[in-house]
């Protein structure tokens, strides 16, 4: 699970207790203007992610930096009804499919 803050411009997406393990990553800043889109999408969420750097473990977690199709994402998701995605522009990830606590506060704090 991810958990999000907004500090001077910033959305700090802090990588929560042991998925920091397995995504390789306890933290990404992004910069407020590099944020896109942010939305779910729980259908596009295949069973293939791409190339990885992290963690899959089929139907339980996937975490990590993840290479398909041209793209560089960065994963946190264990339950994909609580995962949001945020498209990027300028990052060296083109998208965040991440989970959060509640996707709809989090939709809106990115959204500010």
């Not at 992004?30 to 139907?59: C, E, L, M, Q, Y």
Request: hydrophobic residues 45%; charged residues 25%.
């Amino acid at each position: 699970m991810v958990a999000i803050s907004k500090q001077d411009g910033n959305f700090i997406f802090t990588v929560q207790g042991m998925h920091k393990v397995w995504a390789l990553k306890s933290q990404l800043v992004i910069p407020a203007s590099d944020i896109v889109r942010v939305h779910r999408d729980i259908d596009s969420i295949s069973w293939w992610k791409g190339f990885r750097f992290g963690t899959n473990i089929p139907f339980v977690l996937t975490a990590g930096t993840f290479f398909k199709w041209g793209e560089k994402n960065f994963w946190d998701v264990a339950d994909k009804n609580n995962c949001i995605v945020v498209d990027l522009k300028d990052e060296s990830y083109n998208h965040l499919i991440i989970e959060v606590e509640n996707p709809e506060e989090a939709i809106k704090l990115l959204a500010s």
